[in-house]
């Protein structure tokens, strides 16, 4: 979240940068409206407390010199539940500007670009050359049903639309690119975490998953809990309420979790297959970094992900996302996008993104300059690295060969027990 203080003396600034979102600025106006509010009762309640004060203190005086204190005791009296009326609004104000300061996304930053579109975003590179192939390249559902090693019907069976059931060398093959990517990660810094697939509401407003998007969620009723979305919004809070000690920073965390997310969205090439399901295994990355060091740690995480891509040999386009396509928490993004020959199209398998202390605030994560120092808040950044299903289907697409059969990557082969072709004969 933004700081209130700062929205309060820029709300001009503030609304500019939603407005570059392409998004209602009316959000800041009732949350400026709210905090006035709250602040107007703040401002009684205090005025009245003292006034409570001064007068007990009167009271006390007339009854040691034998006086008649009942005027002001029966005045006390009426500002005693004045002030009980009053404290009750002030926690109604306070929830209300909370609610609404929840509601405010993060400012583009000054380098990300206009545009509400994907037309928008911005090529800056390029790396691999989409593969000439002699026959007509299928898209990855029909490879995978073909070869029998992910199997949609069955999945419906058991969990509705929208899952797939890996089996065989499909299951092997999942397995094999989720050990090669945390192998990866390890090996350049990042702690391999395991943390849980169930989180609490106030971990996921933590990480700014919610409120907004709660629609989109898997909740768990009975207890107020939801199946995370991505291992992002827990690792967001692997810190919550701490105060780290500068020098500890960066920290660097990976985590493979399956991720659950409920999304609307019509019939088409990406909605086909393993683009877009329910339940999905992704490898996260997640950084606690100095604030003045968060823009050369996203170049960095961007080129991790980017190590994947080139690792497997898929061809992908590097895109910086223009300020309509980022998510809420998002200063500044990117998006490798592969290459699918199956269907034709640029897809992203990792999105890379700059949250400044956005995300921090709203987890209350903190450090020190030295031990006297006054708390700061860190940055915290997050990408996949990849998103695993995804990245499956990127490779039965781009491997695939004429009678059916899929080379497996020569990066995967050691974690497919050697193992170099899936299918044919």
């Known amino acids: 979240m933004l700081d209130l203080r700062f929205i309060r003396a820029n709300p001009d600034t503030v609304r500019a940068g ?48 034998k006086g008649d204190a009942s005027d002001l005791i029966a005045e006390m009296r009426e500002v005693s ?25 993060n400012l583009p930053d000054d380098s990300t670009p206009e545009g509400d579109s ?32 992910v199997d949609f019907e069955r999945a419906t069976r058991i969990a509705g639309a ?61 207890n107020d809990m939801f199946l995370i979305p991505t291992a992002e919004s827990a690792l967001a809070n692997l810190h919550r309420d701490e105060i780290l000690d500068g020098d500890s920073l960066p920290r660097y965390y990976c985590a493979h979790t399956p991720c659950f997310r409920y999304e609307k969205f019509g019939a088409g090439k990406e909605s086909r297959g393993l683009i877009r399901q329910f339940q999905f295994d992704k490898v996260e ?24 891509y080139r690792k497997l040999g898929i061809p992908y386009r590097l895109a ?30 990792s999105s890379c993104s700059n949250c400044l202390d956005w995300q921090a605030r709203r987890a209350n994560v903190r450090f020190r300059r030295k031990r006297e120092a006054k708390p700061e808040f860190v940055h915290t950044l997050n990408g996949s690295g990849l998103a695993v299903g995804r990245t499956l289907a990127c490779i039965l697409e ?8 899929v080379t497996v990557p020569e990066a995967l082969v050691p974690y497919m027990d050697g193992v170099k072709v899936i299918g044919g004969e």
């Open 162 to 222: 929208n899952f797939e059931v890996f089996k065989g060398a499909g299951a092997r093959l999942r397995r094999a690119l989720i050990n090669f990517m945390l192998d990866l990660h390890t090996q350049a810094g990042f702690v391999e975490t395991a943390p849980p697939v169930l989180a609490r509401r106030d971990a996921l407003v933590a990480s700014g998953h919610l409120p907004k998007f709660e629609e989109e969620q898997f909740h768990v009723r009975e």
């Open 320 to 349: 910086l996302l223009c300020a309509g396509e980022m998510s809420m928490a998002a200063a500044k993004a990117y998006d490798p996008l592969a290459w699918f020959p199956g269907t034709g199209q640029w897809m992203e398998l």
């Open 285 to 308: 990355l997640f950084k606690f970094v100095l604030p003045e060091t968060s823009a050369e740690e996203l170049e960095s995480l961007v080129r991790q992900a980017e190590l994947v």
């Open 118 to 149: 994907e037309e928008q975003n911005v090529i800056v590179r390029e790396w691999g050359e989409p593969r000439e192939f002699l026959f007509e390249p299928k898209p990855h559902w029909e490879i995978a049903v073909n070869l029998d090693i």
């Open 398 to 405: 781009n491997y695939q060969n004429e009678d059916g059969s």
């Open 81 to 105: 539940g004045r002030i009980k009326s009053l404290d009750a609004q002030v926690r109604e104000a306070e929830a209300e500007v909370e609610r609404l300061a929840l509601l405010v996304p």
């Open 18 to 65: 939603i407005r570059k979102r392409g998004q209602d600025t009316a959000v800041v106006d009732s949350l400026l409206s709210a905090d006035e509010k709250r602040r107007a009762l703040l401002t009684e309640v205090e005025e009245l407390k003292a006034r409570r004060n001064r007068v007990s203190d009167e009271i006390a005086a007339i009854k040691r010199n």
